[in-house]
């Protein structure tokens, strides 16, 4: 029997469902952080800026609270992009995402495990206690190393570090200091690494999806092999150009004609970065307009499910302003709709002051 084609609407619903931006989800900031895997986290902020749009009575305290704990973590994972994860996920999967022993540095040349080994022990010792990354560098150029700012790089990208917390809003400091995950959680990664399950728990945040979308979500390679293992525990389905997509049986899927409310998604977020073919998510011709030479992914508005315009939150004096970019033009009801939830952000992030709305 021929593979059910998906539409962009279809697999829109599919994706805002599972990312808990269709409804928002009941549960509390380390459950959310378990069914999404992980969160974007490059600015300390995103998080739970992205948390509140997911979560149905979300409390930044909450979130704060399980950081301290060390019961979630902000740590280079998929991509050697910074990401906040429980700190049982980081230590399941870690492993999973740095295999091999090729290491790809800076300006494409390359390494091995067993020639960067001796940056690697300095590294490790420098980061069993936290410490500020750059101090890397300056240990690194004390033992005669050149080219100090690659090396960094890679026993990064190697290392399981994860960033101290902080008593700031965000619960880390910008920049911050760095230290192992074992030293810091109390066990270290798992031995073993589990990239079958890595990709379940992808097909469950992210499906449907193709091998290209998960490989490029996890910077991992060759992974069509994980898809043939996974086996009858997967469906198929064809999407509008005819592409086999991926999919758990029994993951949400609904249908294309579902009402979307607008949500405001921060910088970064991976809701629009998940995929290959981006869209189920950004229109064409909005494309152009998030686009940015330096690789900065700006606050998006999403109607209809679609990205539809971008927004920042200033607060001046005794305001704070929410300005929506539109990309298109929205009627009245839409309009009304963006406002309400705009008003509902300002109100979440900056409690003290007045809230306003501004369409530029």
Same mark, same amino acid.
Request: net charge positive.
């Given at each position: ?59 930044? @305290?909450? %979130?704060?609270? =399980? ?7 902000? #740590?280079? !994972?998929? /991509?050697?992009? +910074?990401? *906040? ?29 067993a020639e960067l080994e001796p940056v ?17 560098? @300056?240990? %690194?150029?004390? =033992? ?7 090396? #960094?790089? !890679?026993? /990064?990208?190697? +290392?399981? *570090? ?66 043939e293992a996974l086996g009858d525990a ?127």
């Amino acid at each position: 029997m021929a593979d059910e084609t998906l539409t962009a609407r279809d697999l829109n619903r599919a994706l805002l469902a599972r990312q808990m931006l269709l409804e928002r989800g009941k549960v509390d900031p380390i459950d959310a952080l378990g069914r999404l895997l992980a969160i974007q986290a490059q600015l300390p902020r995103t998080p739970f800026l992205g948390l509140w749009s997911r979560l149905e009575a979300f409390r930044p @305290d909450a %979130l704060r609270a =399980a950081i301290q704990a060390r019961e979630v973590v902000r #740590a280079t !994972a998929m /991509r050697g992009t +910074l990401y *906040l994860m429980t700190a049982a996920d980081f230590l399941a999967f870690r492993g999973s995402l740095r295999t091999g022993e090729a290491i790809a540095l800076p300006g494409g040349s390359k390494t091995t495990v067993a020639e960067l080994e001796p940056v690697l022990a300095l590294a490790r010792q420098h980061f069993a206690a936290p410490q500020p990354f750059e101090g890397l560098r @300056d240990v %690194l150029e004390k =033992a005669g190393y050149s080219d100090v700012r690659i090396l #960094a790089y !890679a026993a /990064r990208q190697r +290392l399981p *570090l994860v960033q101290a917390s902080s008593d700031t809003p965000y619960g880390f400091a910008p920049g911050g200091e760095f230290v192992l995950a074992g030293a810091y959680l109390g066990k270290g990664v798992a031995p073993q690494p589990a990239p079958a399950d890595l990709l379940r728990r992808y097909l469950a945040a992210w499906g449907p999806a193709t091998p290209a979308d998960f490989s490029g979500w996890s910077g991992l390679k060759g992974v069509a092999p994980l898809f043939e293992a996974l086996g009858d525990a997967l469906v198929t389905f064809r999407d509008d150009r005819n592409k086999v997509l991926y999919d758990l049986r029994d993951a949400p899927r609904p249908g294309g004609d579902v009402p979307a409310p607008p949500r405001f998604v921060p910088d970064f977020d991976a809701v629009t970065q998940g995929h290959q073919d981006r869209a189920r998510i950004l229109p064409a011709e909005h494309a152009p307009k998030v686009a940015s030479k330096n690789l900065q992914v700006p606050p998006m508005l999403l109607v209809d499910g679609f990205v539809a315009g971008s927004w920042k939150l200033e607060a001046k004096k005794k305001t704070a302003t929410v300005t929506v970019t539109a990309f298109e033009t929205f009627s009245a009801k839409t309009r009304k709709a963006v406002e309400a939830e705009a008003i509902a952000l300002a109100k979440a992030f900056e409690p003290a002051a007045e809230s306003a709305v501004v369409f530029a």
